[in-house]
């Protein structure tokens, strides 16, 4: 498995070593998104892939305790609010009013978010978008 931290690190040492990565996965949400005709029928799969550098003053894990790091359900709610009842055009803008939202929370420092539409072409596995945003330090 590769590093987010070390990926990240190759933008900024510090990302790497005064940062703690938290990920989610393959979160399934149905979205109303797309330009054509067919897309407008209803909502469509999509999954998300997050993932958080968030600085260690802010989640020091120094105790087993929830308050001691970021608490994953925020992600997840970003996602849901942004996601929305409305119809999306293009995964790009969304996944970048994901990014500045999810940048948005205290403790975060960077994030990685991608999207993907699973179900869009038989002979493809998904298509999606990918960006990454970093707070000034």
């Given at each position: 498995m590769n590093s987010i931290l070390l990926a990240f690190g190759a933008l900024d040492a510090r990302l790497a070593t005064q940062c703690r990565a938290l990920s989610l996965r393959r979160h399934e949400v149905p979205v109303r998104i797309g330009v054509h005709a067919h897309e407008r029928q209803g909502a469509q799969r999509m999954w998300f892939d997050v993932d958080l550098c968030v600085k260690l003053a802010q989640a020091p894990a120094d105790r087993d305790h929830i308050?001691?790091?970021?608490?994953?359900?925020?992600?997840?709610?970003?996602?849901?609010?942004?996601?929305?009842?409305?119809?999306?055009?293009?995964?790009?803008?969304?996944?970048?009013?994901?990014?500045?939202?999810?940048?948005?929370?205290?403790?975060?420092?960077?994030?990685?978010?991608?999207?993907?539409?699973?179900?869009?072409?038989?002979?493809?596995?998904s298509i999606g978008v990918e960006r990454v945003c970093i707070k000034p330090w």
């Open positions: 308050s001691q790091t970021l608490d994953y359900d925020f992600v997840r709610e970003v996602i849901a609010r942004e996601v929305g009842g409305q119809h999306h055009e293009l995964q790009e803008t969304l996944c970048d009013a994901i990014a500045a939202a999810l940048l948005q929370q205290t403790g975060v420092h960077a994030v990685r978010v991608a999207t993907r539409k699973p179900d869009i072409y038989p002979d493809s596995a």
